[in-house]
């Protein structure tokens, strides 16, 4: 009697079926079949959110909103939320307080309330920048959402999603190093490893020139009047750090590379895992307005 190789029954099929879907779990010979998703990176932009007073923040809100609905295909926002946390998580809200560019606080309170609308209790969730060691939410925390406006920065390059997790370490200072290179490390620490729900990189009114520590000049921002998410932190820097630059060039007229180089982030696919710096391993979204997406 003719025997049927295993990977040719039905049992062996539906074995089959699950490597590829699982990659990590299948035998040698199939892995390499197995197609890697793209990470998904939306970016959506209305220049109504920049309204001459300041920030408008239910355009904010409604920008937010979108952001998520399509990152997480939901056509209700509430029902995209509740993709991120669920009744009974804690959350952190980890935000930036650098006085010249701050995560807009209209930002801060549409993230709370759509966590509190996903059924998140509204004493379960806290919003710190520098004091997220000692704060009493994010030490039980279970669920972190990481928001922060995109800049260059002296230490780094540039000021990223990954850069803004250096607070949940007692000593940000000794990640200075080769540009900070090793801010990776601190995505593996217990404080944070695993807990990030999403990364939005408010890029308003982006910083895209310094020239110094803590320097800031007007003149070197512009009204770019978007955000940007995903669930992967270094595909959403990615794509900052590519409109970041090709803004430099359009500013400077000729290819100006960000000093110190921003490698942090590739460091945080390369070394450590922590998500995708190819562009072309990123699935871009662009909603809103088209005109001078600069990517």
């Known amino acids: 009697m003719t025997t049927i190789p295993d990977r040719l029954t039905r049992r062996g099929l539906l074995q089959r079926s699950v490597c590829l879907a699982v990659g990590a779990l299948a035998p040698p010979d199939l892995v390499s079949l197995a197609v890697p998703a793209k990470s998904r990176v939306v970016l959506v932009r209305d220049a109504r959110v920049l309204d001459g007073r300041g920030i408008n923040g239910n355009?904010?809100?409604?920008?937010?909103?979108?952001?998520?609905?399509?990152?997480?295909?939901?056509?209700?926002?509430?029902?995209?939320?509740?993709?991120?946390?669920?009744?009974?998580?804690?959350?952190?809200?980890?935000?930036?307080?650098?006085?010249?560019?701050?995560?807009?606080?209209?930002?801060?309170?549409?993230?709370?309330?759509?966590?509190?609308?996903?059924?998140v209790k509204a004493e379960a969730v806290g919003i710190d920048d520098r004091g997220v060691l000692e704060h009493p939410v994010f030490a039980r925390a279970t669920a972190l959402i990481n928001a922060r406006p995109m800049r260059t920065h002296h230490w780094s390059g540039l000021g990223t999603c990954i850069k803004n997790y250096v607070m949940f370490v007692p000593d940000p200072w000794s990640y200075h190093g080769n540009a900070c290179e090793n801010l990776g490390v601190i995505w593996r620490k217990p404080e944070v490893d695993?807990?990030?729900?999403?990364?939005?990189?408010v890029m308003l009114t982006p910083l895209f020139h310094g020239t110094g520590p803590h320097h800031f000049n007007r003149a070197y921002t512009w009204p770019y009047a978007g955000l940007l998410a995903s669930r992967d932190p270094v595909a959403v820097d990615t794509v900052g750090a590519?409109?970041?630059?090709?803004?430099?060039?359009?500013?400077?007229?000729?290819?100006?590379?960000?000093?110190?180089?921003?490698?942090?982030?590739?460091?945080?696919?390369?070394?450590?895992?922590?998500?995708?710096s190819s562009l072309d391993r990123i699935e871009l979204v662009r909603l809103g307005d088209s005109r001078d997406n600069l990517i």
């Open 194 to 201: 695993g807990k990030t729900r999403l990364n939005v990189l």
């Open 59 to 119: 355009v904010l809100a409604d920008m937010l909103d979108a952001t998520v609905c399509k990152l997480l295909g939901e056509n209700d926002p509430v029902h995209a939320w509740r993709q991120v946390v669920r009744p009974h998580d804690v959350v952190g809200i980890k935000s930036n307080v650098w006085r010249h560019l701050p995560t807009p606080p209209a930002l801060e309170q549409a993230i709370s309330r759509r966590l509190v609308d996903a059924g």
């Open 242 to 276: 590519a409109i970041i630059t090709a803004r430099r060039k359009a500013h400077f007229g000729e290819e100006r590379p960000i000093a110190p180089s921003p490698h942090h982030i590739e460091v945080a696919d390369r070394r450590f895992g922590l998500g995708t």
